[in-house]
């Protein structure tokens, strides 16, 4: 009896704590605001977005302006939980950008203009690099490229997560 | 004073320019006019037709249903001229027309159903690497981008009338798109429901006038990375979020209406990173914000008419060396608002319908300044549910007091010399 109990609470306080983890957000696309270039966000595979420790959410128009906003100190670190990127292949996924594949590749064009799209598989980022051409990067690969396109190389680069 | 100067020295060189160009196209003359020039009638094959004409070629293509997609010009100096009821559908499978030389006209017809792709840009007309494309009195329905220029100069876009699909949000691209462009004039145009009605990146010394953008669903206009350009006598209504002009330097924006654009994220202008532009006998008309500054320095703001706005202004304090001066504020929720209580931007000889005080003097010039920030727009700024308070007797109590005994509104934020009548007809 008591070890019923008891394992109906463990249950319910991992339910809990599922409920309490930070998770990404839906954008809706064609009203929200990008958070560091203010422009509507519109093309649902580009846009990426950041979900605090305590659950709030800043949603971007492209993965540049999501690497550019934590460069440029928008937000401190330590109330960053994760960075989410849209799958380009199934822009329903989302993908932890520190897991992600990129492409950089003048074809795929991006709302900003620095051309960065995201895979969850590297089959498929492998897959778009042969038929549109341009480079695969990692997350620090993109962190780099927009601190040097953007911010003339003064943005902070964070620890690996 | 800049502007003008700059504007003065431009109108001499192109005066100088056309003297030139006159001079050599009279040299020219006679040794161009032997290469004939023919005009064909087409009534089949539109692809294959422009596969074999040469330059020179006058291309008139007769009334009707012509069911073709991706019609590629490689022959410079070519003219399309559709005859009324020249229709071209592309049936929903790529573009339409891909101009790819020099010096080509299409003009007349109707273009319609592009389809929609998810990793292609498909236009009912694709401009790549050209110069002297012109493209006029075109009537496109329902393709993703109408017009495309990509690495393209010196062309013209005028007296088109372009309208987007139904309403698919996220895959509907622009009306008037401009990639890596220089010199290039979009003028007459009507732009309704795409994505942005004209957009521009990377674009230098394009001039955009009297064209009309309405019911798109992002932006009538949006600028991004340009530099040098114009645009003037345009008007923007009921566009989702107005008009956006991002990361650009030295942008001309005059006479243009901008109004009726409503929304929690809408501006008559969204200024993002804009340096040395100016922003001169504007109306802007209803609109949820007026003006919105962010990162914008010395701008300057003159003879503008803000009327019935939610925000006039809205202005933020990494927005410096701006200047506002001979603009009338009139009936707007709030003239200005800010998010900070240090300023570096100056308001001057405005009209403000708000200022209540005197002129004993009779010059003209109100004899105490005016203040233009409400304490009321500063609390909304931290706490937006406050607007239910807005005309309670408690708000009017807090902006008098401010007003009395400024604590929290920018002190440098203040127009010293108000105008006790508006300047503007």
Redesign the interface.
Known sequence: MKLRVNLLLTALLFLMLQACEPAPKDIL???D?CAY????I????FGSQIVSTTGKTWFFDSVECLAAYELDHRIEQERIHSRWVPDFENPDNWVNAWHARFLYSEE??SP??LNLSAYQSETDAERNREAYGGELKAWRGVLELVNEAWLDGNGTLPETN | MEFAMKNLSRRIFILLFLLLFAGSSLLAAPSASPSAEREIRVSGNIAKAVENARPGDVLRIVAGLYEETEITIKTSRISLLADPGAIIDGGGKGHIFIINADSVTIDGFKLRNTGLS??R?WAAIRVESAVFAEIRNNELENNMFGIYLSRTKDSLIENNRISGGGDR??NSGNGIHLFDTERIQVRGNIIQHH?DGIYL??AKEVRITDNKATDN???GLHY??SKDSEYSRNEFRRN??GV?V?YSQNVDMSGNIFADNLG??SYGI?L?DIDNSLIGNNHFLNNTIGIYS?GSNNVRVEHNRFERNGWAVKIWANSTRNVFTGNAFTDNTFDVATNSSRHYNTFERNYWSAYDGYDLEGDGIGDVPHRPVRLYSIIVERNPIALILHRSLFIDFLDLAERVMPALTPQTLVDDYPLMKSPLP
């Open positions: 696309i064609g009203h605001e270039c203010r422009m509507i519109s093309d649902k595979p795929l064009r900003m203009g | 998810h990793v840009d949000e996220s994505r990146e990377f669903r992002r932006y991004m990375f989702n979020a956006a991002m929690p994220a969204l993002k962010e």
